[in-house]
């Protein structure tokens, strides 16, 4: 199997678990849970569990595989932060165009009952013309901070991992 593929397979596998991840824990938090204090909790818990599964792929990858770079390590997470953030922000648009449809219609006229007061016709019209639209927006702007969360995050995670020996130009045996 050649470097580009194992690369990919681990960003692949690694992608799809923290998509499963976040989409469990979305799903826990808009369904189960009804305390604020407690979604805010498990929003930190999920936060935490991306970190350390992007982490201990980076490790593992790095323990399987001899000649593996920081620079790799690098794109097996950039991968992996594409592939959750497509597969997290396609659930996303299901659940609003298709599991949950009146969420987005409900949520606006929510907006509208509390601030009808505050917003002049035409920014009340505005915002109902915009409701059609509101799903896909969503899903560009989850796909989009997913990815760039993500690969901050192996930005980060690939300065460590390999760990870089200052002494030596070569890695040292394992």
Do not use: H
Not at 42 to 67: H, N, S, T
Request: aromatic share 10%; glycine share 4%; charged share 20%.
């Amino acid at each position: 199997m050649d470097e580009r593929r194992i690369i990919l397979n681990y960003g692949l596998v690694t992608g799809l678990v923290l998509g499963a991840l976040c989409i469990a824990f979305s799903a826990l938090t808009q369904y189960c849970v009804k305390s604020t204090w407690l979604a805010a909790l498990l929003w930190f818990v999920k936060f935490a569990a991306c970190i350390w599964v992007m982490r201990e792929m980076m490790i593992l990858l790095d323990r399987d595989y001899d000649e593996v770079r920081s620079s790799d390590t690098f794109r097996a997470g950039a991968v992996a932060a594409v592939s959750s953030a497509v597969i997290y922000a396609g659930f996303t648009l299901a659940e609003m165009l298709f599991i949950s449809p009146d969420m987005i219609s409900d949520a606006v006229d929510t907006i509208l009952e509390q601030y009808r007061s505050m917003l002049d016709s035409n920014a009340a019209d505005r915002l109902e013309e915009l409701t059609p639209r509101l799903p896909v927006i969503i899903f560009w702007l989850n796909l989009v901070y997913c990815s760039l969360y993500g690969i901050l995050l192996s930005t980060i995670l690939s300065r460590m991992i390999p760990s870089p020996n200052p002494f030596s130009d070569t890695k040292e045996e394992k």
